[in-house]
């Protein structure tokens, strides 16, 4: 009895989903959509069975049609994706249109990921995220800034090459070095320094807490570039059949940890030591001055967008 009940009940979600979808969809003017979408899943069979890196994928579909050379929608599950596949077509949205594709979608990742949708990739196109870009603008990415910073990178590359040659010259032997993880670290340990201000000591990265820290950053990169099953059909939410949250939440528990140590160890210690004006520096004194625009939960969300930034592109 109870078997039926959950299967009368899966059925009467799954059906009401698609029905809303069915409603959604024909209000709007939507492109030209490839064949082959079955109910519900929509056209993720397409994507999901094909052998072809993804990219290709979507670049065979946008070109079996001539109607789908500029637009083409896929539906995967319950998300409408518009692929474009000209520049007159990415023109057309990203520039004269941007405000309305400002915004990304919601996710499963992002709710654990984004500190609330108040870090500076993952925040709603507004007040909010204006006065993120201009802090960005004016305290990582402006030319006085950079300048200021130099002195972080150089040394950085000084590591890395002195760790290199010390990685070889005790052995004498030619031997393969794994440059990406190298330079993976380097780019750590430069946003490190510039984001509490202490020196880059001797050799890169080789402390047990470092390396931890390298997992998490690794644990978080995946979940942001591919949605969860779950964003595309939500049943899965509501039984968490893979395991996303479950993995999302420690992984996002270890790096709010970390986090936390960072801001607390910097706050005990800056007051003993004279460092180099630092961007924490900057995050507490706007913090005083503006208390409800820089909360923790801001400022946690500054921390992990320059690590991101910095980092996932090296990952390994």
């Excluded at 603008?137 to 950079?146: E, G, K, M, Q």
Aim: hydrophobic residues 40%; proline residues 5%.
């Amino acid at each position: 009895m109870d078997f039926l009940f959950i299967l009368f009940f899966i059925t009467t979600l799954v059906l009401t989903v698609y029905k809303l979808q069915l409603i959604k969809t024909t209000k709007k003017n939507l492109p030209p959509s490839p064949p082959g979408a079955l109910p519900i899943i929509g056209h993720l069979r397409l994507v999901l069975s094909a052998t072809k890196p993804f990219h290709r994928t979507l670049q065979a579909l946008s070109s079996s049609s001539t109607q789908y050379a500029d637009y083409m929608l896929l539906k995967l599950g319950v998300r409408n994706v518009v692929v474009l596949s000209s520049p007159h077509a990415v023109e057309e949205c990203i520039h004269k249109n941007d405000v309305a594709f400002a915004n990304r979608p919601h996710s499963i990742a992002f709710d654990y990921y984004s500190y609330n949708y108040t870090q500076i990739s993952m925040t709603d196109y507004g007040p909010h995220w204006r006065n993120l870009r201009r802090f960005t603008t004016a305290n990582i990415f402006s030319s006085t800034s950079l300048h200021a910073s130099s002195d972080v990178r150089h040394d950085a590359v000084r590591c890395l090459l002195r760790d290199l040659y010390k990685s070889t010259n005790n052995i004498g032997a030619p031997q393969k070095i794994d440059l990406k993880s190298k330079f993976f670290e380097l780019t750590f340990n430069s946003t490190m320094s510039m984001l509490t201000g202490d020196p880059i000591g001797d050799g890169l990265c080789h402390t047990k807490e470092n390396n931890w820290f390298f997992d998490v950053l690794r644990g978080a990169k995946a979940p942001v570039l591919f949605l969860a099953p779950g964003d595309y059909l939500p049943i899965f939410n509501y039984f968490d059949v893979f395991k996303v949250k479950q993995s999302l939440a420690a992984s996002s528990k270890n790096r709010d940890a970390y986090f936390e140590e960072i801001i607390e160890r910097y706050r005990s210690n800056c007051l003993a030591k004279k460092k180099p004006k630092s961007i924490l520096d900057v995050l507490f004194s706007l913090q005083q001055e503006h208390p409800e625009q820089y909360n923790h939960l801001i400022v946690k969300g500054i921390i992990l967008a320059m690590f991101n930034g910095a980092t996932q592109t090296t990952s390994p």
